[in-house]
């Protein structure tokens, strides 16, 4: 079983930067495969970016590749993901996901996910 709680969202202005954090309690964090998603209101949630156990490997939806960087910290527990040159298009309730190791091959998928944070939103101002 694993916990998984977000933060750092807010509102930001278009060009502008956040780093949202996904705090992992309950298990061994450094065993899952994390995952971020989001959700725009009317809009079926979609992926945004994944990252392997180790960290060693990542992928991101093209729409923020170049623009996000996801991460995580095994020792403290946590993952991020580090968002630059906002768009408005970019609102959304961002969420973070794990799941085992086996996840990370069907990365794009939400299903393959077992454990999911509550979702903070991410508010871009034009």
């Known amino acids: 079983q694993l916990q998984l709680v977000e933060s750092g969202g807010g509102l930001v202005q278009a060009g502008g930067s956040l780093r949202l954090s996904c705090a992992a309690s309950?298990?061994?964090?450094?065993?899952?495969?994390m995952g971020w998603f989001r959700q725009a209101p009317g809009k079926e949630r979609e992926f945004v970016a994944a990252i392997n156990w180790g960290g060693s490997s990542t992928d991101y939806d093209d729409s923020v590749k170049g623009r996000f960087t996801i991460s995580r910290d095994n020792a403290k527990n946590t993952g991020y993901l580090q968002m630059s040159s906002l768009k408005p298009e970019d609102t959304a309730v961002y969420y973070c996901?794990?799941?085992?190791?086996?996840?990370?091959?069907?990365?794009?998928?939400?299903?393959?996910?077992?454990?999911w944070g509550q979702g903070t939103q991410v508010t871009v101002s034009s």
């Open positions: 309950g298990r061994t964090f450094s065993s899952y495969a």
């Open positions: 996901a794990a799941g085992p190791p086996s996840t990370y091959y069907s990365r794009k998928n939400p299903a393959g996910y077992r454990y």
